[in-house]
């Protein structure tokens, strides 16, 4: 062990540049008024997980229901995973979602906001220095000069004794090194890392403070963790610690897979004599494969990618619906009785939030924006749909915008009335649903539509189609209509109802009859309701797929 002067001497050595105390630092950044503050910190990868916004959406919610800030911070030290447009996307993605930032990067230019930046880790160096500086001048951190080879012999010699993995007590030989031996290492250009000098306890227990959770009982940290690496890049476990508390964090809110760090977390905040802010480990998103959990997988799980969700046209409304209520037990009661109220309005509470791990299932999800979807009034319904077909496939929105008065009277048939078969779950619904209706996807339709298996020859279906063609009138109500079809499905000796299909002989039930007009008219056995879509058309696009059908079936 140095003693107090060899320690200081030695802080001197490794940072000769660094002349300010924490003390003087944190002299330069205002208290905070708000007694709620909390962040994110992603990193510039070019992949927001679908996880990243589900702690977003908690952070920026508990805050501002709490009058506090809520912050956007940049991990950006790690730059062999950084990407170039970064930043720009993890800004578009939030602005997307709604996501009200109160400091941090948040300007296209990357002009920031706030008293307590920079806000991106790479632009910090400075702070992480001096608050390294303080732990050697205390003997709290050391450098650590082992290689690669000499560190894995260690694991090795370890495992072979059952003793528990990693550098920490006597397996850490620079912890206890001579102050000489130390700054001979260094005067020759031997690189390391600065590690922590913890108490090395195997076994010891502490209790911690979750949010969620409660009180826990946890094992202490007893490993030598690296806080600075060679390149003198701070580690996250080292870098949260200095930027939450020079930036006034009261809560970090993070993913469970953090709970086991937390005793770490709270040693090097007691390293420094500061008080940590209130930790809260939200329930891990795990999805069921094969019959067992597992988390989302960036590699594995394209769901894992928020982008997947927009190009399958899931509502943003709906994900946050959706996330809302994997966050908080009472949020999805909650919101069916609050349809037209935004979900900032719900009261979220830790209390009510999952202890363990969050089932994050696309069948729910596919649930929650059915729901969404069918209350929307069918401009706003339109109106979304537009905007993604303008996006995600373009081809399909420049042929829905030639038509599109008479697209936005098809998605409307039967909405909000008792008869309403909510048909729609994602915005990408529209592609599939409009080709029967507009003329430019209706031709891919008919040139299939003849190849579909009939009840009947194609001699009698002819005969039919011409019968229907020049008797049928767009003046009828709904249920006219369906006693006229009856009557002309009778015509040709088709069942009118069941009870008639068994009692005497005829050639087809009612639905017989009835697909061979929606084959003709829609190019399918499946539509949506046969008389709505015929007012939707207008009689002489009906009458003209009628007679073009015929000539098919010559």
Known sequence: MLSPEESTELADILFPKVTESITDIEATFPPRIASFVTRIAPSPTGFLH??????????VQLTHQNNGVFFLRIEDTDDKRETETGVSDILSWLARFGVHIDEGAIWENMTEIGNYGPYTQSKRSQYYHIFAKHLVQKWLAYPCFLNESETEEIRNSQSAIGKAPGIYGNYSPWRNESFENITARIASGIPYVLRLHAPGIVGARIHVVDEIRGKLEMDDNFLDIVLLKKNGIPTYHFAHIVDDHLMG????IRAEEWLPSLPLHYQIFKSFGITPPKYAHTAQ??????GNKRKLSKRKDPEANVTYFFEAGYPINAIKNYLCGLLDSGFEEWKLTHMDTPYSDYTFDFARMPKSWALFDLKKLDSVSNIYLSHLSNTDLFEEM????????????AKMNVQKELAFKAISIQRGTDRDPKKFTKLSDVVNYLKPFLKDTFATLKQSRSEIVLPVEASLVKKIIADYASSYSDNQSGDEWLTWMREQAAKFQFARDSAEFKAWGCIGKFWDFAMIIRVAIAGSTQSPDLYEMMQVLGKEEVVKRLGEFGVELI
């Open 50 to 59: 679908i996880g990243a916004l589900y702690m977003t959406l908690i952070n």
């Open 249 to 252: 964090t009261t809560h970090v």
């Open 285 to 290: 998103l795990m999805k069921i494969d094969g």
């Open 386 to 397: 537009s905007t993604w077909a303008k996006e995600y496939n373009p081809e399909f929105y």
